[in-house]
């Protein structure tokens, strides 16, 4: 990809400017705040007694020139390679190591370019907004192979692939409705204060900060005591990391390069125009998000697509309320909520059943009647059990009811959940019969036992058993062209999996018996069709 003359210049001169320090840091010392769709403009800023975070200075303003050039760009990707910084360390023998593993391996750069699209522009403008190396803007390709719903086994979510603790710290809201570490901007801000931390913590050094993210500051710290290094000396090629930290950094530069030049490496980058695709509109209220996907003339799927923070069928019912649709849906979707007013839309109340409580009483205490409580939680009779959760419709109108469900008829009428948080009492059959799943279902999806002893504030993910059955699982799979990788796989048991011999799955795959294979990649289970 051919870079103007003019773009060169100003990536000297901004790396020029990093490194005699001209260019600041900026990040938010927030930690109990909650950061949502509706803080984006800028971080938050909320202090916090128990960590003490450094402060920088200020970001400097983007100049009229330096918009003008990012405004010239038809093309993100061409946008993206001339804030690339860490330039002088792509020649490492590790980076060119981890190149291998992405050149010609033009159906996974297609994925990640799909999945970008929507969420990649505003990324590159906040990091841009920050004055911060572009490589980072690559992160969430090696973490989550740009996939909002990633769920890795160690609990980490979302893009950015934040455990829960972390998240936290950072202010990332996360209950039963909404996760902010699946939604691509809140999830984004996080991480880029987390980044900009550990980028002072180690000594203004990227690639530890880099590999801090990874593995966590207090195991980059160990490893330099046990090189007998410094923050200030220590060299990361030369620290006894962990395997995967040791790979991760390479990785993330090894994408930087490609990108910057790209057919050299036998990939053609799907191009993603150099502007906003979405536009967030706030609601203003709890809206059911099949009926805003029929107010804005939007599939459902595709809102849900846009909108992964939000883990039910619904916005949350205090924060956040606001919804990303395409740019040519917003107008329509506010006129619509405008004529309809809120007084239309179904609010949900979650409510805990306790000890002594009846359905009567609950009707009562939250103004609804025993009939809504019984058919929108398919309740037969009038048992209710202490722990249990009711979902109560703030609306008696069943026909608006219907209506959504008419929009959504993937929908159950009780609604399941992507994650699902282990209650006292809890067992898998005891939560297969509550969203009308198979238990064994459930435990094959998070790789655990069918008698195993859940604990209470366990996460089981439910989010690949909502909208299909478990049944199609494996016919679909084996009707597909492609396998997407997961993460353990090898060659071999895919091979077993799908019934293929090993040969044939190699050479169809322009692959040998040697070569690495890595979570997101797309391996061909058909045979190639012959002219």
Same mark, same amino acid.
């Given at each position: ?121 505003w990324i590159v403008g906040e990091i841009e907004r920050r004055n911060l190396p572009m490589e ?106 962990a395997k995967e930290t040791k790979a991760h950094v390479p990785k993330i530069l090894a994408l ?87 007084? *239309? ?5 979650? #409510?805990?059943?306790?000890? @002594? +409580?009846? /359905?009567?009483? &609950? =009707?009562?205490?939250? %103004? ?44 159950? *009428? ?5 994650? #699902?948080?282990?209650?006292? @009492? +809890?067992? /898998?059959?005891? &939560? =297969?019969?509550?969203? %009308? ?62 019934? &293929? ?31």
């Amino acid at each position: 990809m051919v870079i103007s003359s003019m773009a060169k210049r100003f990536r000297s001169v901004l790396r020029f400017l990093y490194l005699i320090g001209g260019v600041s840091l900026f990040f938010s010392c927030q930690t109990t705040n909650k950061v949502s769709m509706l803080d984006l403009e800028t971080p938050p800023d909320v202090a916090n007694n128990q960590v003490i975070r450094k402060e920088s200075p200020p970001i400097p303003a983007i100049t009229p020139e330096e918009t003008d050039l990012i405004e010239s760009f038809d093309d993100l990707w061409a946008r993206l390679q001339t804030k690339f910084l860490l330039t002088d360390h792509y020649d490492n023998p590790a980076v060119q190591e981890a190149l291998g593993s992405y050149i010609y391996n033009q159906p996974y750069f297609d994925r990640i370019a799909e999945r970008a699209e929507p969420f990649l522009f505003w990324i590159v403008g906040e990091i841009e907004r920050r004055n911060l190396p572009m490589e980072l803007a690559l992160i969430p390709i090696v973490e989550s192979t740009f996939n909002p719903n990633a769920y890795s086994p160690k609990h980490a979510v979302g893009l950015w692939q934040f455990i829960g603790p972390t998240a936290k710290s950072f202010g990332l809201q996360q209950d039963w409705w909404y996760d902010g570490r699946r939604d691509p901007r809140a999830s984004t801000v996080a991480a880029l204060d987390f980044l900009e931390e550990l980028h002072l913590e180690f000594d203004n050094n990227w690639l530890l900060a880099l590999a801090a993210y990874n593995t966590g500051p207090g195991n980059v710290k160990r490893a330099i005591r046990r090189a007998n290094m410094t923050t200030e000396t220590a060299d990361f090629w030369s620290l006894p990391l962990a395997k995967e930290t040791k790979a991760h950094v390479p990785k993330i530069l090894a994408l930087a390069k490609l990108i910057s030049n790209s057919s050299r490496y036998g990939i053609e980058l799907s191009p993603i125009a150099n502007e906003e695709s979405l536009v967030l509109v706030k609601i203003d209220s709890q809206i059911d998000l099949a009926q805003a996907a029929h107010l804005a003339n939007l599939n459902y799927n595709e809102l849900r697509r846009l909108n992964p923070g939000y883990l039910q069928w619904a916005t949350h019912p205090d924060n956040p309320q606001v919804i990303a649709v395409p740019l040519d849906n917003a107008d329509l979707l506010r006129d619509r909520i405008a004529e309809l007013g809120p007084d *239309r839309f179904i609010t949900w109340d979650r #409510y805990e059943i306790k000890p @002594g +409580d009846t /359905l009567g009483g &609950i =009707a009562i205490k939250l %103004d609804t009647n025993i009939e809504i409580l019984t058919s929108v939680n398919q309740i037969s009779g009038s048992r209710i059990i202490a722990g249990d959760a009711l979902l109560v419709p703030r609306t008696t109108d069943f026909s608006l009811l219907a209506n959504i469900n008419k929009n959504n008829q993937a929908r159950r *009428r009780i609604p399941v959940p992507n994650l #699902y948080i282990v209650q006292n @009492g +809890d067992n /898998l059959w005891k &939560i =297969a019969r509550r969203f %009308d799943l198979k238990s064994a279902d459930i435990a094959k999806q998070n790789n655990i036992s069918i008698n195993s002893i859940l604990q209470p504030g366990q996460e089981l993910r439910l989010e690949m058993l909502a909208n299909a059955a478990p049944s199609q699982e494996i016919s679909v799979a084996m009707a597909a062209q492609d396998y997407e990788v997961r993460q353990g796989d090898a060659m071999i048991e895919i091979a077993a999996r799908f019934k &293929i011999r090993l040969s044939d799955l190699l050479r169809w795959n322009n692959l040998s018996s040697s070569d690495l294979i890595f979570p997101g990649q797309l391996i061909r289970v058909i045979q190639p069709e012959t002219n």
